[in-house]
């Protein structure tokens, strides 16, 4: 059996009403589902290593208390750019985010970004938490996952002022521009179930133009569900559609887009 890795989910709220409000409450609606069997459930269809990543101050504690006893589990603790005027200026709140950084099964810190497609938070206070996560990831020597919506513009202004940080964007769909970018920098490019469903064009060209050393599978379970589950909540398992997708958009064999992806998600946030 092939070996994938699930590099960004929102499991930790599976069962669970502590989590971020909105995946708590689409959590909700299967209240069957517990975090500790998606994992398992990702187990038996390959899915071996997950990353559960926070999106605020207690989501990021769940996820971290989450992790401390599944093997296949590691956290990632961010500050959601949505979430960004909640902690602004709050040195209290940020103190007690910063100390989640040194758990030993913390290897990432995000997801953190800029959205400007929806703004629910002002730019400014989103700049301002962006900032704070890229000192942490630096000062603990630790990859980042970004959230980047509508906001290239000033992100890579901001990032060439923090030079070294290793990281991912997530959820891919922007421009070939701005992947090429990011592979320059050396980072991955984080792929899931919106390739599935996409109609556009120019995304598929990216996304069949994505170098393999540079390609990230995600699941972001519950959201993003792939066809043919649309309409399902989506779990951790489903890497194995958004795989076998990609392999066939990109004229790749399986084994060989699963092995390099998991190789990638070692490398990026030193799991084994």
């Known amino acids: 059996m092939i070996e994938l890795v699930d590099t960004h989910c929102h499991i930790q709220s599976a069962g669970n009403p502590n989590g971020e409000r909105h995946t708590a409450e689409l959590w909700a609606k299967t209240p069957d589902l517990q975090a500790k069997d998606l994992v398992a459930s990702a187990a038996e269809a390959g899915v071996t290593r997950l990353i559960c990543v926070g999106c605020d ?116 769909t922007d421009t070939a521009e701005n992947m090429n970018k990011a592979v320059e920098k050396g980072w991955y490019i984080g792929v899931n179930g919106i390739a599935t469903f996409s109609k556009s064009a120019a995304q598929m060209a990216v996304y069949k133009a994505i170098p393999l050393q540079n390609l990230l599978l995600e699941t972001d379970a519950p959201f993003l569900t792939p066809t043919p589950y649309r309409g399902t909540i989506n779990e951790p398992k489903r890497i194995r559609v958004v795989s076998e997708f990609l392999a066939e958009l990109r004229g790749e064999d399986l084994e060989q887009l699963a092995a390099a ?10 799991i084994k």
């Open 57 to 172: 101050l207690g989501d990021s504690k769940l996820a971290v208390g989450f992790v401390q006893d599944q093997p296949g589990a590691w956290a990632s603790i961010g500050i959601h750019p949505h979430e960004a005027a909640v902690y602004a200026g709050k040195q209290e709140l940020l103190d007690e985010f910063a100390e989640l950084a040194t758990n030993k099964k913390v290897v990432a810190i995000g997801e953190c970004g800029l959205d400007f497609y929806y703004n629910h938070s002002p730019q400014a206070e989103q700049v301002e938490l962006l900032k704070f996560q890229l000192d942490l990831a630096k000062k603990h020597d630790l990859p980042a996952i970004f959230h980047v919506r509508d906001a290239f513009e000033l992100f890579w202004p901001i990032l060439e002022a923090h030079d070294g940080i290793r990281g991912v964007l997530h959820s891919f």
């Open 261 to 270: 992806t998991t190789q990638n998600a070692q490398a990026l946030f030193g």
